[in-house]
């Protein structure tokens, strides 16, 4: 993904936690309980560098119930 690609992700990603006021250490134990290991410092540091798989995106958007993005402001 481009960098430009990687930063809009990041933004989508905190902003749909926002949103539903879900914190990296909820993030954490939602992906958990789909059997996907990752700590909050891990998924902190992927969001802040905006450097995960699509895989993760999709996924933490599906933990999260996210069924419609907002790819504009």
């Not at 993904?1 to 990687?6: E, L, N, P, T, V």
């Not at 250490?25 to 450097?51: H, M, P, Q, T, Y």
């Amino acid at each position: 993904m481009s960098q430009k690609g990687d930063k809009l992700a990041a933004r989508i990603l905190r902003a749909e936690m926002v949103r539903r006021e879900v914190s990296y250490a909820d993030l954490s134990e939602l992906l958990a309980a789909e059997g996907i290991e990752a700590s909050e410092a891990s998924i902190r540091n992927k969001v802040s560098r905006g450097s995960f798989t699509a895989d993760f995106f999709l996924s933490a958007l599906a933990v999260m119930n996210v069924e419609t993005l907002r790819l504009t402001e």
